[in-house]
C-alpha cells in the first residue's frame, strides 16, 4: 500500500480556515519568540477562548473560506508563521486524510478529469 503524501504548496489553505486551531502554553510560547513578544501578549493578540478551549486561534476575513487563521497570508495563500506555527498545524492530517485532497478526489471523480481544480465558486439564485 502506498502512504499518499500531501504538498500543502498547492493547497489554497484548507485547513487553516477550520473554525477550530487549537493552541497549546508551548504553542503561545514558540509563536511569541518567533514575534518578538511576551507569552502574554502574544495570547491577548492571537487567542480567544470558545468551543470549550482555553485557547484558539482568532480568525480574520478570508475571501475564499469567509473565515481563516489569523496567521493566514491570503496574498501568498500560505502561513505566515510557518516556522513557529501551533503543534495543531504540523500534526495535521495526522493519522487520517486532508480534507482538501479528499474534496479535489470527489471532484475530479465527479468530473471524471485528473487534473480538474475547482477555482470559482458561487451561490446559483
Known amino acids: 500500500m502506498t502512504k499518499t503524501t500531501y504538498d500543502c504548496s498547492k493547497c489554497p489553505g484548507y485547513c487553516c480556515a477550520y473554525p477550530v486551531i487549537t493552541v497549546t502554553k508551548r504553542d503561545i510560547e ?42 493566514f497570508d491570503s496574498g501568498n495563500r500560505n502561513c505566515s508563521i510557518y516556522k513557529a506555527r501551533p503543534a495543531a498545524c504540523r500534526n495535521y492530517p495526522g493519522e487520517g486524510r486532508c480534507g482538501y485532497y479528499d474534496f479535489l478526489t470527489f471532484e475530479r471523480s465527479g468530473q471524471k478529469d485528473e487534473d480538474y481544480i475547482a477555482t470559482t465558486w458561487h451561490n446559483e439564485d
Not at 39 to 67: L, M, N, S, V, W
Open 30 to 71: 514558540r509563536i511569541a519568540r518567533h514575534l518578538a513578544l511576551s507569552p502574554e501578549q502574544a495570547e491577548a493578540k492571537f487567542c480567544r477562548k470558545d468551543h470549550g478551549y482555553k485557547r484558539i486561534i482568532r480568525r480574520k476575513t478570508d475571501e475564499h473560506f469567509g473565515r481563516i487563521c489569523r496567521f
